[in-house]
């Protein structure tokens, strides 16, 4: 005979417990992605990389930074205490000598000018904003493989947060490299300038939050050629 299992009071209790406690903790994390990290916009990036390891990397356009956003929405700053808060971020922003224009809009937006360049010799990343922040990565794998990829600052993998928020992303990314590319997702290819006949562009353009993440994979260097770590 079949037997039928009866939950106790005890375990209703338990399993209710578990669901409320999870929609909190979701609810205060999900606020916490939401609330710490920069987001793109309106924006045109270009990495240009060549077999010999020289790279470089530029980005022209907006970001906003979602805390100080949010606050301004929900009406929580003062004019004088929004003016602190992006001295504050402009002067965070300095630290970083590639950064060449930092100009505030309002509402927590910065007009920006990044430009960086050099050049690869081993194991090793490049990115925009920074590395906990990254908008822009250029990393190079043990393997000799270069990982080039745009995406959302990794805090925030739920698009439905900015909307949320009423923000968005729109921007194109280019990337010109004469490697051998061994895998990419880009929208357009074509060739690259009249006197650099091995160089292709590739080219991205980004229409929301919810579109996919521009990723180019090459092969960079020989891994024998790579120095031991």
Not at 114 to 127: D, H, M, N, P
Not at 144 to 163: A, M, N, Y
Not at 193 to 207: E, G, L, R, T
């Amino acid at each position: 005979m079949a037997s039928t299992a009866i939950a106790s009071p005890l375990a209703v209790s338990i399993r209710g417990w578990r669901q409320r406690l999870l929609a909190i903790v979701t609810l205060l994390f999900g606020t916490l992605l939401l609330t710490s990290c920069y987001v793109p916009n309106d924006f045109v990036a270009e990495i240009r990389l060549a077999r010999t390891g020289d790279y470089a990397l530029t980005y022209k356009g907006t970001l906003t930074w979602a805390p100080l956003y949010k606050d301004i929405r929900e009406g929580k700053l003062s004019s004088s205490e929004i003016a602190e808060r992006e001295k504050g971020i402009i002067n965070d922003l300095k630290r970083d000598s590639s950064f060449k224009e930092i100009t505030p809009l309002g509402s927590g937006t910065f007009r920006v000018r990044y430009e960086t360049s050099g050049k690869f010799t081993g194991t090793q990343a490049v990115t925009f904003v920074r590395r906990n922040s990254a908008l822009l990565t250029v990393e190079i794998k043990p393997d000799g493989t270069v990982h080039i990829w745009c995406s959302q600052d990794p805090k925030l993998r739920d698009p439905t947060q900015l909307e949320s928020l009423g923000l968005r992303t729109q921007g194109r990314l280019r990337v010109v490299t004469d490697l051998p590319v061994l895998k990419h997702n880009a929208f357009k290819v074509s060739d690259g300038p009249a006197n650099y006949p091995a160089f292709k562009v590739y080219d991205w353009s980004i229409n929301s939050v919810r579109t996919p993440k521009p990723l180019l994979i090459g092969q960079l260097f020989n891994p024998a050629s790579l120095p031991k770590e």
